[in-house]
Nanobody, 124 residues
Framework: QVQLVESGGGLVQAGGSLRLSCAAS????????MGWFRQAAGKEREFVSG????????SYADSVKGRFTISRDNRKNTMYMQMNSLKPEDTAVYYC?????????????????WGKGTLVTVSS
């Protein structure tokens, strides 16, 4: 029902910053939790950050705490993730997802809809 399109990825040097966006269309996502996941080449898809329906609660993987910030603008039906102090190990395809429930969801199995991803490459 909902379509998700990520943008904002690219090539950045270690220590740099990027801001990812996830634009939803087809229906409103304001009533659902959302999150960002990433998958590096040859690795499993892993949780990065999650946010509840209102944006009042968030959760982060330990590897990105203090560096990444998830947010959402329900008026625009859009979710964001600000990424600072990027490291080469952050290199991955980043996926936006919408949860089945209103709260923060941190597992891929809890997500109902997925975008196609945007590539983030961090050079050393």
């Amino acid at each position: 029902q909902v379509q998700l399109v990520e943008s904002g990825g690219g090539l950045v040097q270690a220590g740099g910053s990027l801001r990812l966006s996830c634009a939803a269309s087809g229906r409103t996502v304001s009533g659902a939790g959302m999150g960002w996941f990433r998958q590096a080449a040859g690795k499993e898809r892993e949780f990065v950050s999650g946010i509840n329906w209102s944006g009042g609660s968030t959760s982060y993987a330990d590897s990105v705490k203090g560096r990444f910030t998830i947010s959402r603008d329900n008026r625009k039906n859009t979710m964001y993730m600000q990424m600072n102090s990027l490291k080469p190990e952050d290199t991955a395809v980043y996926y936006c997802a919408v949860a089945r429930f209103r709260g923060v969801v941190t597992t891929p199995g809890g997500m109902n809809d997925w975008g196609k991803g945007t590539l983030v490459t961090v050079s050393s």
